[in-house]
């Protein structure tokens, strides 16, 4: 059971002392969704310390990590520190630009605490990501471009398609089920190399091996990658060498998946 | 890759079309897919160009995505998508993870061949992606980074 802040169960404290605990705690919930979008350590950085300003402290510092973020706020003689867990790591820019829009508002000093609380609640709920048929078109023509940019052939498209196609609504419904992370990568690697493994044979294809990889390379983890190397440039070795470490270990349950199938397929990928 | 401006043509589609599929998986709202898209293009275009002149791939990915993270720092804001998201998906395209995935397989492979010789001849190719991943992977985010730390600091107030 989550415990809640510590200004909610010991409203004891001096009023100064609860309005800066507020602060933080809309600062730091700011932050988590911020890391749970996918954004880099420096803009919730800036995020963080812009929306901290604003609602009234005299400074703020934030300590970004890889499951966690630890917030220090200043105000009146008055200094305090919050850390708070974060969730799953993943990337939704809808929510990133509701959030950072949020924020510039806040920094102009247009919303009290309350209605600042009550507006990333808000922005949390509403934004949901596409349609799982949209998705899942957007990863079918996603991994079918990759195919044309790694030159497979023409008639391979079709598998290609029908397979990322499949292997995107099965990969949101394990995420929908809560199953771990790394484990719904190899089955949907399965799968998807699976099933363009098989479209291709049954047509005839020669290229069957790269059908196979192309087919899941929806499940490549981009944007953790660029951030892994981001945050090592800006000075976050710690977080960026983690990023990059979850990378790392994606790829290989990736590769684990598209081997799977090679082996039941007799294919070496 | 064929030397021609049809094949770049043809590779600047297929990187718009990449990048605007993998933005609608990161759930960029669809106003905000032009741009993804039209980096995208830019991306493949300036590495196909690149390889077509010479270039390895790890320097093709380079300029391709110090071109883009050029482009993009010097193109007025939006609030449909940030310049850091426009630049990962306009890269993304060129992400070799069709090389990662050979790379670890040939790696697992090296360990049940039958002979030493044979698990040497297995050893090369599967270094020679796994350093063709790690070269192009940094080359994409050096690429990327370094403009966005020249000119980011003159624009507090960007996305």
Redesign the interface.
């Known amino acids: 059971m989550n415990p809640g802040f510590p200004h909610e169960r010991k409203p004891g404290r001096s009023p100064q002392r609860q309005a800066l605990t507020a602060i933080a705690a809309v600062a730091l919930q700011f932050g988590k969704l911020l890391m749970e979008s996918g954004a880099s350590a420096r803009q919730v950085e800036e995020i963080v310390a812009d929306v901290s300003t604003g609602l009234g402290a005299k400074a703020s510092e934030l300590r970004v990590g890889y499951a966690s973020l630890a917030v220090t706020v200043n105000r009146d003689d008055q200094t305090l520190t919050f850390m708070r867990k974060i969730g799953p790591p993943g990337v939704n820019q809808a929510l990133y630009q509701h959030l950072w829009r949020s924020a510039a508002r806040i920094r102009k000093g247009e919303c009290s605490v309350a209605q600042a609380s009550e507006e990333v609640n808000r922005v949390a709920n509403s934004c949901s990501p596409h349609s799982a048929i949209v998705t899942s078109i957007a990863a079918g023509i996603a991994c079918a471009a990759f195919g044309r940019l790694l030159d497979v052939d023409w008639s391979a498209i079709g598998p290609i398609f029908g397979a990322s196609l499949l292997s995107q609504l099965v990969r949101r419904q394990l995420a929908h089920w809560r199953i771990n992370a790394f484990l719904a990568v190899t089955i949907v690697a399965f799968i998807g190399s699976l099933l363009a493994g098989t479209g291709a044979r049954w047509m005839g294809i020669q290229t069957v091996a790269r059908d196979m990889v192309v087919s899941v390379l929806l499940l490549v983890p981009g944007v953790p990658a660029f951030n892994a190397q981001f945050d090592m440039l800006e000075g976050r070795p710690t977080l960026g060498s983690a990023r990059a470490a979850v990378v790392a270990a994606t790829l290989i349950f990736m590769t684990a998946g598209v081997w799977l199938a090679g082996g039941v397929l007799g294919v070496r990928p | 890759?064929n030397a021609s401006p049809l094949a770049l043509l043809?590779?600047a589609l297929?990187?718009?079309?990449?990048s605007?599929?993998?933005?609608?998986?990161?759930?960029?709202?669809f106003r905000?897919l032009p741009r993804c898209a039209a980096g995208g293009a830019l991306a493949?275009a300036v590495r196909t160009f690149a390889l077509q002149v010479g270039f390895t791939l790890e320097a093709a990915s380079f300029a391709a995505a110090f071109v883009v993270a050029a482009v993009v720092q010097f193109v007025p804001g939006s609030?449909?998508?940030?310049r850091?998201?426009i630049?990962?998906l306009s890269?993304?395209?060129m992400?070799p993870?069709?090389f990662?995935?050979?790379a670890?397989?040939g790696l697992?492979?090296i360990t049940v061949q039958p002979s030493a010789a044979a698990a040497n001849k297995a050893l090369v190719p599967a270094l020679v992606n796994s350093l063709r991943v790690i070269f192009t992977?940094?080359a994409?985010?050096?690429g990327?980074?370094i403009p966005a730390?020249l000119f980011r600091s003159h624009r507090p107030d960007s996305?």
């Open positions: 890759m043809g590779n297929w990187g718009a079309c990449a605007a599929g993998f933005a609608i998986l990161l759930n960029v709202s905000g493949l609030d449909l998508v940030s850091d998201m630049q990962v890269c993304i395209p992400i993870g069709g990662a995935a050979k670890i397989v697992f492979s992977i940094g994409l985010g050096t990327v980074a730390l996305l």
